[in-house]
């Protein structure tokens, strides 16, 4: 594939931009730019020329004419709440951001659905449709500030998944402007449709390569009544790792199957200034259990204690009240950000079949210490997705640089091995683009080229993100 | 999109088949391409050059080169008991019969995920996963003959998607054979991915027209341990209609809840010679609940019981035993079978949401009465999948080809107009794509058409399928 040639944004684009939109949708002070010029990734910063705020779908798609007459590559951006870089304006060009886009338009409990516009934040949402008896399972640590919009187009996942799914499993249908600036709409109100591809569920999880999402309809459940959470220490790595799939086989589908090891606790325990149970255990399984009957919870919980007890877990802790369960929440959510305090990281998004956890921890530990890295590890092992953050500490900034990329290819070429993937929630985006060679072969990658070519035949949307640079582009 | 000119299937081509992949797999007598040359859908009737059985991916890239080389139509085909014609060759050419791949490959107890290939009946598939206390949910009406590559073509829906979905919702990898001979793989026992675009969720309910499968990952669940299955009948065709969403608003998640009309009953009664209780009732509902608790399941039996009552139900009748239920469920799945020993009929497979059933039934009889054609109508009211059924019965050849497409159009535009579609789980294949633009725009057919072109630039894989008849083809 070629390289796209890209444009600068000039004066004039800029006043056509203002003409299309309102002149208070467009900004271009130094705040700005900076601003929408990183997201949650590491330490990147890419300055966009122009940072738009449309409020309508119909806003969008004169953006994207804009755009594509003058060849301007333009960035979607919910929230900035990403891991792998998909908000960076790698080259430069128009930032557009989907937060004047906000509103729940519809919570429809006769159908078990809603409809809302991709600038909703999700705890807004969740908190929106718990309050009229549903319930929107999906739940990323960053729920108190990221947007529907961005946990579409990464397919979010977070800890619920084991039980309920991931963000695309409630997307039913999307409406969305291409790059051309026409807009399309798939799906609906739908539990079926087969109404032709399904571009609903090709555009989620296509990191704001394929379409700008405007529209969004989202499946509910009815709010389970009653929930506990256990808290399960344990003495090795390997002991939880192997309690997971035990807990599966007995017939028992937790909402909450959390890994975390030491390291991840005392972390986030400096960072927050707090203390958490039986901290100096190995590693700890969170382990939810929800429905409508507070009886057939109980007995699960039960079980599951003896199925823990069985494999070496050192105690289980009941937390049986809002106050508990939130205080180890609030504990869980602000892993990411204690590791970010810490020391200077790079976090890969490794997913396992989840018996194959057990391996790819000790794998993981292997190849670090080879390197003389620090990892350290939690997730959802409910899930088999393992958050495994490599940590700089006070490594000499060279041998930081020379031993990170050849680790990370080790620990994804084993994921990989062990019938896994190199991302499970977090996207490929920016920064894990040139390792998909080691998950996907080069006629997977050229179908994803020509697909992408079929949305955006000009490539100005989010480019730089998901395909490896090719050998031209590091010319 | 230019028409593509296709090959003739030549006694050479024959013979580099042979070659390829075994003279015991390329079928060219008569009987062979009879069979070969209708599906489950009509009396339509398109003969194939050849068939082929090919006995693993490789030899089906084999015969894709072939079909490559010399521009030869490919039409893939599961089990033939399709209904909207996704498996008639009616370009001739080709078609490729996916029953040589045939196995289980793996039922992974501790990760609950299944590797299998795609020849594989799904009855058998569900008894072999149920004998392991394991569950797939998705359950056509033609499972005891139907193929599991089928029902992913398709997406495949039935009785059970209101509570647990459908095929694309059980799907978490695939490898597949793209038009020119290469294999690809996507995903694979994870349920978490966001590796590169979601290839698995675009081939499925493709219709064989991207990608021919030949392995296929499905996650299954813990079987529910109880089941407790309701016969409603109402005297009107409103009151069950609006009972549907009052039970899923009430909160409690049937897992199946299917509208039957007096016609559908009668008629199936006919055809198998045995009675249903309360024949003369203007509808059902069937209703299932299931659950690992028995007094929980009892419990909602008894608050759906209240609900169906209050909604003017003559009667609640329990099937309690798996004999009472076996025999309800027979009844339900010669629904089809019955209507077809009717009369010469069409069918149409209508999604809207599901409060809207009731505007769609009124609005379907009002449509057909106008035009003086019969309609007996069954499905799934859970999801709002309504199968209307246009009898011929006595009515005049020229009247019927002259009353027919028009009623069509507008049941059709009727389900867009309620927020439907028109395929919830049939697929729009042959018979329904002249259709497609009451449901989508140019621009969203253009996109699908880009889409096709990315995995199949020759148009040699399923063609005459899914997209409407462009006005050159007319011709």
Redesign the interface.
């Given at each position: 594939m070629a390289v796209a040639t890209f444009n600068r944004v000039t004066p004039k684009i800029v006043e056509r931009l203002c003409n299309a939109v309102g002149g208070d949708c467009v900004l271009v002070d130094d705040d700005s730019l900076t601003l929408h010029a990183s997201d949650e990734t590491e330490d990147l910063v890419f300055r966009p020329d122009v940072v738009v705020v449309p409020k309508t779908a119909e806003a969008i798609a004169d953006i994207m004419r804009i755009a594509t007459e003058y060849r301007i590559p333009v960035t979607p951006r919910g929230a900035g709440t990403g891991l792998s870089g998909g908000a960076l304006p790698v080259h430069g060009g128009i930032v557009l951001s989907t937060k004047g886009l906000n509103r729940i338009l519809e919570i429809?409990?006769?159908?078990?659905?809603a409809v809302v516009e991709p600038g909703v934040i999700t705890q807004v949402f969740q908190e929106a449709v718990e309050a009229v008896?549903l319930f929107y399972p999906v739940d990323p640590a960053s729920r108190g500030s990221c947007f529907l919009g961005g946990n579409l187009a990464?397919?979010a996942?977070g800890p619920r998944?084991?039980k309920y799914?991931?963000t695309?499993?409630f997307v039913t249908g999307i409406e969305a402007v291409?790059p051309d600036g026409?807009?399309?709409?798939?799906?609906?109100?739908?539990?079926?449709?087969?109404?032709?591809?399904?571009?609903t569920?090709?555009i989620?999880?296509?990191?704001g390569t394929?379409a700008i999402i405007t529209k969004i309809y989202l499946r509910l459940?009815?709010?389970p009544k009653h929930r506990i959470l256990l808290l399960v220490p344990f003495n090795s790595l390997e002991e939880p790792a192997r309690a997971v799939?035990a807990i599966?086989?007995a017939?028992?589908?937790p909402s909450v199957l959390e890994f975390m090891e030491r390291d991840a606790v005392e972390i986030t325990e400096r960072h927050l200034g707090k203390s958490f149970p039986h901290a100096d255990a190995v590693a700890h399984l969170m382990i939810e259990l929800d429905g409508?009957?507070e009886?057939?919870i109980q007995r699960e919980a039960e079980r599951v204690a003896e199925i823990v007890l069985e494999h070496g877990a050192a105690d289980v802790l009941v937390a049986d009240t809002d106050a508990k369960m939130g205080e180890l929440w609030a504990m869980r959510r602000a892993f990411g950000a204690a590791v970010k305090s810490e020391s200077i990281y790079k976090e890969e998004d490794t997913?396992?079949?989840?018996?194959q956890l057990v391996a790819l921890l000790i794998g993981v530990k292997e190849i670090a210490s080879r390197y003389g890295l620090r990892t350290v590890c939690y997730g959802?092992a409910g899930?088999?997705?393992l958050h495994v953050n490599i940590l700089k500490m006070d490594m000499p900034e060279e041998r930081w640089k020379t031993a990170l990329d050849p680790a990370i290819r080790e620990i994804f070429a084993l994921t990989v091995k062990l019938?896994?993937?190199?991302?499970?929630?977090?996207?490929?985006g920016y920064v894990q683009k040139n390792y998909?060679p080691i998950?996907?072969?080069e006629?997977?990658?050229s179908?994803?080229r020509?697909?992408?070519?079929?949305?955006d035949p000009l490539g100005i949307l989010n480019p730089g993100k998901?395909f490896p640079t090719t050998e031209d582009q590091k010319l």
């Open positions: 429809d409990r006769e159908n078990l659905f008896g990464e397919c996942g998944a084991v799914g991931v695309k499993d291409l026409s807009l399309v709409r798939h799906g609906g109100k739908l539990l079926k449709n087969v109404t032709g591809y399904n571009l569920q090709l989620v999880g296509s990191e394929l459940i009815p709010l799939p599966m086989h017939g028992v589908v409508n009957d009886g057939v997913v396992v079949p989840r018996n959802h899930d088999g997705n019938g896994g993937l190199i991302s499970g929630e977090h996207g490929i998909m998950a996907s072969t006629q997977e990658l179908l994803m020509a697909i992408k070519h079929a949305f998901l």
